[in-house]
């Protein structure tokens, strides 16, 4: 498939896709651990993917000392409240006995505190947001080399996790699904609007990059002999150097994402292994059995809420690894384009489509929905040019038609999810029955 | 100033702010709720596709208002779109009958677990989402005409004398109103009609429902068509009152959750007083007191700050941290609905 693109297309766009699928690959490895082996309808990935993608950011931003220093103590005061709040709820929680006292007094110590807390974080944001508004405008980050963020997204996404979990496991399906979908879009409007954590809506561009950049590569000596050694001479004469160029620009941009490529796949293969054997272990078969029948397993004695919340983190983990990923890959992290379709449900589709519960169907699965997501747009506008054959070109209808193919893609999704469920509910690749 | 015409102004003021808005957003959040909570009594689902039938019930009002002001036809004072309310409705019926006729069916026979159904209303959603792009784009509409204001601030100014004015728009008088008697009708059904008797008899039980000879068919359709029916009207009310965007409504069904899960999902009643408890929370938590606290206290106390909870910005998450909350304090939601 892709290398028909690539012959077709170019292959410049096939290794994009192929980049893409491989970050999918890992979010739908993620959420195959949690509803694949645990059985857990996860709508919040969108939550793990974002906050993998603002680790990326914090690990590998310079730091901005000087919004540190003119925010910094209003920060560190904000901090101090918030844990004598929480320390003081914390207590009060502890001494009294469950009752309107203590509901009263907790929420009084809360509005104090909320209060205190107020007044320094809006000191700091209004500090930190007046620094250099246009390029920072906020603290910055670690200035480490990116690829550490894959490790701590994959931490952050954990830690998110692990919240979401305390408020979310533990409640029927339905409702576990609605509560992740909204702590999702809660984490993707902090990220919209606090502007001094990530710029919010204004974007972080410019991150850099664990692979060389194209201008680098097309000063080096090596790179431009080997362009001139592949497409030098071609029918035994010597190509022009206007051409040549084009040709080293184009290579430029294969060797970056087929660097990226590499690094991608060493990250899929070690998950995919990881997943693999955990499936296989006593304790994936724990999982299905909680997954397969609740009551049994807790009859059987094994904790089903904290295996539950065990297997919500491990999963959330993975999907954070790749939203540090892609945050990467992208060099810009952009909290206006995280919408759950395309970072919650689209990962659904793969996931369903490949087959629940097998990981290397997860990596089929998203491997052909990101394909069919991202062609789908050219190959409907190729078939809208051809059914100009009957109507008159540049009739309204067509024009109409050229507009919205990109929104095809949808339903040829919906399509694809509906018909897998109904034919083929255990996907392409169906989980082995090891037994 | 007197002390009276202060008061008088804080009243306004808030009316104005955030009253009247939460009502009308408050009518539009429950008539989307009680179709959740109808669907998820009935048919035991969460609905992910509920966003997208009002969205496309809307785009069908939209494409026949256009439709019948190309004839010339408007209703003067009135929206056309009202015109238009009846016609599409239909054809949303017929949309979603034919949904749950080749999608759902099939899982209701084969007795699939919940989560199947969420599932497949995912697709749902992506199926309806395309479908309406496809057809009308993702550009923002505004479809309203007629008459916009009842009251316009300023001449409320001049008629009382207040420094505050009071503007009141006529979609949302509209979407009050039609709130009220869709609700009524719909508990009038629900509590007199043979077949809403039989709906609520077999949300309480289905097992012993069909014992009692009550068809499932039947009562899964009649569902259907009240669902389409308040989703298309909660919809239009909602686009009339701010514009039509496709996008928008898929962002509508969280604080819709949000509401049939407060007050109680499975629970016709629970959902409106859930989508007024919504929206009065989204809008007062975003909303700045300093004005108001203005009018009220003395002058040496007048804060300095907004005296706001929450930017703006964050409207949808306060839906969410009130369900959040909910779930944590109270599973069952505010009248005890089916617990989860």
Known sequence: ?435 | MDFSTDMLNALVLISNYVLIPSLSYGSQLALGAVGVTLVFGILRFANFAHGEIMSFGSMVTVLITWWLQSLGVTMGFFPTAMLALPLSIIITIILVLIIDNSVFSFYRKNKSRAVTYIVTSVGVMFILNGLVRIIIGTDEIIFRDGQKFLIKAGHFKKMTGLSEGLALKQTQVLTIVIAIISVVLLFWFLQRTRTGKAMRAFSDNEDLALLSGISPERVVMVTWIITAILATLAGVLYGLDKSFKPLVYFNLILPIFAAAIVGGIGEPLGAIIGGYVVAFSEIMATYAFKKFIIYLVPSEFAPESLVQFLTTEYKFAVSFLILVLVLLVRPTGILRGKLL
């Open chain 1, 1 to 435: 498939m892709l290398a028909v693109v690539g012959f077709g297309q170019s292959w410049n766009v096939a290794l994009a896709i192929l980049n893409l699928c491989l970050i999918s690959s890992v979010m739908s490895m993620g959420l195959n651990i949690q509803w694949g082996y645990a059985g857990l309808f996860n709508a919040g990935v969108m939550a793990s993917t974002a906050i993998g993608g603002l680790t990326a950011v914090l690990i590998s931003h310079m730091p901005v000392s000087k919004a540190w220093s003119v925010g910094g103590t209003s920060l560190f005061a904000l901090i101090v409240f918030l844990i004598l709040t929480l320390s003081v709820v914390f207590f009060i929680f502890k001494i009294f006995k469950r009752g309107r006292k203590r509901s009263f007094s907790i929420a009084l110590v809360i509005l104090i505190g909320y209060v205190f807390m107020r007044f320094y974080y809006d000191q700091a944001t209004f500090a930190i947001e007046q620094v250099e508004p246009a390029k920072t405008g906020f603290l910055g980050g670690l200035g480490l080399p990116i690829i550490f963020s894959w490790a701590a997204g994959g931490f952050a996404a954990a830690g998110l996790a692990w919240i979401i979990g305390r408020i979310s496991l533990g409640l029927r399906s339905d409702y576990f699904a609605i509560a992740t979908l909204g702590i999702s879009e809660i984490m993707i409007s902090i990220l919209k609007n606090e502007d001094w954590l990530s710029r919010g809506v204004k974007n972080v561009t410019g991150l850099s990059r664990p692979v060389p950049y194209e201008v680098d590569l097309l000063q080096s000596e090596w790179f431009i002999n080997m362009v001139t050694w592949l497409y030098g001479v071609t029918d035994g004469e010597i190509v022009k150097t206007d051409v040549l160029r084009e040709e080293m620009q184009l290579s430029a941009g294969v060797i970056v994402k087929l660097c990226y490529s590499g690094l991608f796949l060493i990250v899929v293969l070690t998950i995919l292994i990881f997943a693999v054997r955990a499936l296989n272990s006593p304790w994936g078969r724990m999982m299905r059995a909680i997954r397969d029948n609740e009551t049994a397993a807790s009859a059987m004695g094994k904790d089903v809420t904290s295996r539950h919340r065990q297997v919500f983190i491990i999963g959330s983990a993975v999907i954070g690894i790749a939203g540090a990923m892609l945050t990467t890959l992208d060099g810009q992290f952009t909290p206006g384009s995280y919408i759950p379709l395309r970072f919650t449900f689209l990962i659904w589709i793969m996931v369903i489509l490949g087959g629940s519960g097998n990981n290397l169907g997860a990596i089929i699965g998203a491997f052909i929905t990101w394909f069919v997501w991202i062609e789908a747009e050219p190959a409907s506008l190729w078939l809208v040019e051809n059914i100009d054959f009957f109507f008159t070109t540049n009739s309204p209808l067509i024009l109409h038609l050229k507009e919205v193919a990109p929104h095809m893609r949808m339903i040829l999704m919906g399509l694809m999810l509906l018909l897998v469920l109904r034919f083929m509910p255990k996907g392409i690749l169906p989980e082995k029955s090891s037994s």
